[in-house]
């Protein structure tokens, strides 16, 4: 964990402000960062038909314009913080989310709002790496921190599932907007009482910061995303898609090039070269794809294909989150016997058989017979992935590397959450324009769509597979971490599934 060092001590007779109200702050910021993560999957077709999204691939950036730049940010977000100071980063990052919801809920255009959510990502990467480390410096190292961090978690934990069925109500009940609104009046909470109960603080020895290898990263992998989502449309051999993956390209080696050559790299590659961390975060890069793209996808097929409400699908998410949360608690005890390397491809191996049930979906599938069964299948397997790889990702880092490893598998998630939601997506539309014409009938437009999907979830259970043996051979089991970790925000991404 980075060491905090306090900009000023406290004024003279002033006190204290309890414990609770301090848990309260950061763990209201929290929640903004994990349900903005999954709140508005289920508000997605109101989203398209309110505001006129010409397809589903161009509405994927609604969930990959946060991603994104959360993902590609994070690690800038941390180093930032560390060195001009935690709380007066993590204040900007809360009023750049709040701000930036309240433009999103009154976005009039699908541009608009997608650049209001990009905007958010960079808040909520600002804000959350600078949240933890205020929490640590708040609580004594002891009984007290450990219960503060407990109850952070939970939020984290339990965010994903509240977020599924929060923009359900909120979309059922008000409009879509809304689960966009809903951050302005927690910001407005958050910023009133940073100042009075947050006390600043930095670390005196950070180095610099790699502001333009954090541009590059985002940039390369946006144009990756990009060339996924149309090639479809403008043709995987035309200018434009060709264009694009080349700049990603050319933008990804110049990250690279750029890491090697930094003084003050964002990921430096000597950590990424030891122990299991490369192992680990192609491993997450896998099982977050898979997740969220498959969240993104359900949340699609039970209300366009099957006619379900958005509160009806948030809770048709449940058994999904408890599966998940379930599995995480028995793979955390069984690590130490099992070992990273076995229970890493277990939990991608579940997965894989999990999402490839949710092929045989079809519009006259019930939910008992099909989707529970894949929910909770590829829910266990997720579980366990994600506590294994992100054990393995700090295995074998040195003492002074740890936090950066963790940071490092933790920003690889939303970055695998874009790219799943752009891979499964491009590939589904290019199995449904393969099936239908101009003159298709409604059942025969709803067949090829049921059977584009299934294509898109037989893709990414192979690529699930691949992980698995990606996995046994690079991954080494870990002892544990010689250094408390901090895990910045990975919980929060973590409960997207």
Do not use: C
């Not at 480390?133 to 921190?145: D, I, N, Q």
């Not at 699930?464 to 250094?483: C, E, H, M, N, Q």
């Amino acid at each position: 964990m980075t060491h905090a060092t306090p900009n000023a001590p406290e004024p003279r007779g002033r006190t204290a402000p309890p414990g609770w109200l301090v848990l309260a702050v950061i763990a209201a910021s929290q929640a903004m960062v994990v349900l903005d993560v999954t709140i508005v999957n289920v508000a997605l077709p109101d989203i398209g038909s309110s505001l006129g999204f010409a397809n589903q691939s161009d509405l994927q950036w609604v969930v990959n314009g946060y991603a994104l730049t959360f993902g590609g940010f994070l690690l800038l977000g941390g180093k930032v913080a560390d060195r001009f100071g935690r709380r007066r980063l993590f204040s900007i990052g809360v009023g750049l989310f709040g701000l930036a919801s309240l433009v999103g809920g009154f976005a009039g255009t699908p541009g608009l709002l997608i650049g209001a959510r990009a905007v958010q990502g960079v808040g909520g990467a600002l804000m959350a790496p600078a949240a933890l480390s205020l929490l640590a410096l708040a609580f004594a190292e002891g009984e007290a921190r450990n219960k503060a961090l407990g109850i952070f978690a939970a939020v984290s934990g339990t965010g994903g599932a509240f977020g599924l069925v929060l923009g359900g109500v909120l979309t059922d009940e008000a409009s879509w907007r809304w689960v966009l609104f809903i951050n302005a009046p927690i910001a407005v909470f958050v910023l009133a009482l940073t100042p009075r109960v947050l006390q600043e603080s930095r670390d005196e020895a950070a180095g610099g910061f790699d502001a333009l290898g954090a541009v590059t990263v985002t940039a390369g992998l946006g144009a990756l995303v990009f060339a996924l989502v149309r090639a479809n449309e403008a043709g995987w051999t035309s200018v434009q898609t060709i264009g694009l993956l080349v700049g990603a390209v050319v933008l990804l080696v110049a990250f690279w090039v750029r890491q090697a050559q930094a003084r003050n790299p964002l990921v430096p590659l000597s950590v990424i070269r030891r122990g299991s961390v490369a192992g680990a975060d192609l491993s997450m890069l896998f099982v977050s794809a898979a997740s969220v793209g498959t969240v993104f996808v359900i949340s699609l097929v039970l209300q366009t294909i099957h006619g379900y409400s958005p509160l009806r699908t948030g809770f048709a998410f449940l058994p999904l989150s408890f599966a998940i949360a379930f599995s995480a608690q028995i793979a955390s005890g069984l690590l130490g016997r099992v070992g990273a390397r076995t229970l890493t491809v277990l939990g991608l191996l579940l997965t894989a058989v999990g999402i490839a049930l949710f092929a045989r979906i079809t519009p006259d599938s019930g939910y008992l017979g099909v989707v529970l069964p894949a929910f909770l299948i590829s829910g266990v397997g997720t579980g366990i992935a994600f506590v294994s790889v992100m054990s393995a990702g700090v295995a074998g880092a040195a003492p002074e590397d740890a936090g950066i490893a963790s940071g490092l598998v933790n920003a690889v998630q939303p970055i695998g959450a874009s790219l799943g939601i752009a891979a499964l997506t491009a590939v589904a539309n290019a199995r449904f324009d393969a099936l239908t014409s101009p003159t298709t009938s409604r059942a025969g437009l709803l067949s090829a769509q049921t059977s584009a999907w299934a294509w898109g979830f037989g893709l990414i259970a192979a690529l699930l597979v691949v992980g698995a043996l990606i996995a046994a051979l690079a991954i080494r089991d870990p002892s544990p971490p010689a250094v408390p970790v901090d895990d910045t925000a990975g919980e929060a991404v973590k409960a997207t599934a």
